[in-house]
């Protein structure tokens, strides 16, 4: 990758049609005319001249400068104009939720699936980095459905012991149950509930948990995976939102909710989707599980 590219830079890459917008800016497909090749043109909603650059978009220039794997989108560029600033990466032809929508997803496409997002999960959580906004359409797909990690505009790097973090990150059918409780401090085993979500999302093709609040989200996740007691999660009934469970809830089977008939499938997604997160399972470990033995040996 370059250093930061400028004014002359830009005029290398022509816009051709929006993929996205969202808070920081919209993404384009655009060509490159130098090497005649289509590449994500990601322009950020912001004046230089006035606002300077938030600290969001430099976390996520570090990130993805330090961050390069396999199933990691690729950081091509970074332009900097007079008042703009763009992210050049490579372009991918669609995202997974796009995929979720189009495809019949069979046990071993979802299997290769989550094989390659928890290999760029690993990278990260190796590294002391949480992605934070796990969903289906921050993850990409190129033609051959290898996948890419993508948009770390929320990722942090974090640190042991933790310290305080935002809870108000990853979409809310993702989030994980210690942040709709309002835990500050946390790990990146809210990642692994995220993964958990999509899992369950690529049998169903559907989201397993979808409230409208972040108080109907716990009280969905609840309905489901059954309500957290201190036996199970010690500490939890003095976190700031446990007030405002509706009731207790005894645990729906899995396998009511989500078609996985392999039961080392079954297994690993509760161990994703386990409510107390000092108990969930790690990537690391993950993929070690017997779940993707057949494509691992």
Same mark, same amino acid.
């Given at each position: 990758?370059? =250093?930061?590219?400028?004014?002359?830079?830009?005029?290398?890459?022509? !816009?051709?049609?929006?993929?996205?917008?969202?808070?920081?800016?919209?993404?384009?497909?655009?060509?490159?005319?130098?090497?005649?090749?289509?590449?994500?043109?990601?322009?950020?909603?912001? @004046?230089?001249?006035?606002?300077?650059?938030?600290?969001?978009?430099?976390?996520?220039?570090?990130?993805?400068?330090?961050? %390069?794997?396999?199933?990691?989108?690729?950081?091509?560029?970074?332009?900097?104009?007079?008042?703009?600033?763009?992210?050049?990466?490579?372009?991918?032809?669609? @995202?997974?939720?796009?995929?979720? @929508?189009?495809?019949?997803?069979?046990?071993? &496409?979802?299997?290769?699936?989550? $094989?390659? $997002?928890?290999?760029?999960?690993?990278?990260?959580?190796?590294?002391?980095?949480?992605?934070? @906004?796990?969903? !289906?359409?921050?993850? &990409?797909? =190129?033609?051959?459905?290898?996948?890419?990690?993508?948009?770390?505009?929320?990722?942090?790097?974090?640190?042991?012991?933790?310290?305080?973090?935002?809870?108000?990150?990853?979409? &809310?059918?993702?989030?994980?149950?210690?942040?709709?409780?309002?835990?500050?401090?946390?790990?990146?085993?809210?990642?692994?509930?995220?993964?958990?979500?999509?899992?369950?999302? $690529?049998?169903? %093709? %559907? !989201?397993?948990?979808?409230?409208?609040?972040?108080?109907?989200?716990?009280?969905?996740?609840?309905?489901?995976?059954?309500?957290?007691?201190?036996?199970?999660?010690?500490?939890?009934?003095?976190?700031?939102?446990?007030?405002?469970?509706?009731?207790?809830?005894?645990?729906?089977? &899995?396998?009511?909710?989500?078609?996985?008939?392999?039961?080392?499938?079954?297994?690993?997604?509760?161990?994703?989707?386990?409510?107390?997160?000092?108990?969930?399972?790690?990537?690391?470990?993950?993929?070690?599980?017997?779940?993707?033995?057949? $494509?691992?040996?």
């Amino acid at each position: 990758m370059s =250093d930061f590219g400028t004014e002359q830079t830009i005029n290398r890459y022509q !816009p051709m049609e929006v993929l996205g917008h969202g808070t920081y800016g919209r993404v384009f497909k655009a060509l490159d005319t130098e090497t005649n090749t289509y590449i994500a043109m990601k322009r950020m909603a912001l @004046d230089l001249e006035t606002e300077g650059v938030p600290t969001t978009v430099l976390r996520e220039v570090c990130l993805l400068r330090e961050l %390069r794997h396999p199933n990691i989108v690729l950081l091509h560029d970074v332009v900097v104009t007079e008042k703009r600033l763009f992210l050049i990466f490579e372009y991918l032809e669609k @995202d997974l939720r796009k995929l979720i @929508d189009e495809v019949d997803i069979n046990e071993t &496409l979802a299997k290769k699936i989550m $094989l390659q $997002l928890l290999q760029a999960l690993e990278f990260c959580h190796s590294r002391r980095f949480m992605h934070r @906004d796990l969903k !289906p359409e921050n993850i &990409l797909l =190129d033609s051959n459905q290898e996948v890419k990690l993508a948009d770390f505009g929320l990722g942090r790097a974090y640190q042991i012991p933790s310290k305080p973090y935002t809870n108000e990150v990853q979409t &809310l059918w993702y989030r994980a149950p210690e942040l709709l409780l309002g835990a500050e401090e946390y790990s990146p085993t809210v990642d692994m509930w995220s993964a958990g979500c999509i899992m369950a999302e $690529l049998y169903t %093709r %559907r !989201p397993i948990f979808t409230g409208s609040t972040h108080i109907s989200q716990l009280n969905e996740i609840f309905r489901i995976m059954g309500s957290p007691n201190e036996q199970i999660w010690p500490g939890v009934s003095d976190m700031r939102h446990f007030a405002a469970i509706k009731h207790a809830s005894i645990a729906i089977p &899995l396998q009511q909710q989500v078609p996985i008939r392999n039961q080392d499938g079954l297994d690993l997604l509760h161990r994703m989707l386990t409510l107390n997160p000092s108990r969930r399972i790690s990537a690391k470990e993950a993929l070690r599980h017997s779940y993707f033995s057949d $494509l691992t040996q």
